[in-house]
């Protein structure tokens, strides 16, 4: 007998995604801050990134299932009419990240990292003798 599965359909996952995107986005991070010379109290809100593991921890939340591994490894072929909905939601999760990284909503090093897009320079170094020709 086939495991039944947690998140029923495709549409089922995007609309969950949906919903953690719009949760996330309706649920700013506040940071207290202090401004001017008198040091006056202020609360910032800040945008809160998509990431995979809030997503996941939201669907965890829902009641549903604690880890989406599966759906996204699709090992054994199991979860193959997710693959299409899957890649979405991750280059959703991407675009988001670099977007707000890009115009420093988010911190642009952390954004780099978590999608591999480190700048790299390739510095070659070459031996010159310190006295010249001794021949």
């Known amino acids: 007998m086939a495991k039944k599965k947690y998140i029923e359909t495709p549409e089922k996952m995007w609309q969950l995604f949906l919903d ?3 949760h996330t986005k309706d649920h700013p991070i506040t940071v207290k801050d202090f ?8 609360h910032r809100e800040l945008q809160k990134p998509l990431t995979m593991e809030g997503f996941e921890n939201f669907v965890a939340d829902q009641g549903l299932n604690e880890n989406l591994d599966h759906y996204f490894a699709n090992r054994d072929e199991r979860y193959s009419q997710y693959v299409s909905i899957c890649s979405r939601i991750r280059k959703s999760i991407r675009q988001d990240q670099i977007e707000g990284g890009m115009t420093g909503i988010y911190n642009t090093s952390i954004t780099q990292r978590l999608n591999n897009l480190t700048e790299k320079h ?4 070459r031996e010159q003798p310190l006295f ?4």
Do not use: F, L, Q, R
């Not at 401004?35 to 202020?42: C, D, E, L, R």
């Open 35 to 42: 401004i001017g010379p008198k040091a006056i109290t202020v």
């Open 132 to 135: 010249g020709d001794d021949e």
């Open 122 to 125: 390739e510095v070659t170094h």
């Open 20 to 22: 953690y995107a719009a």
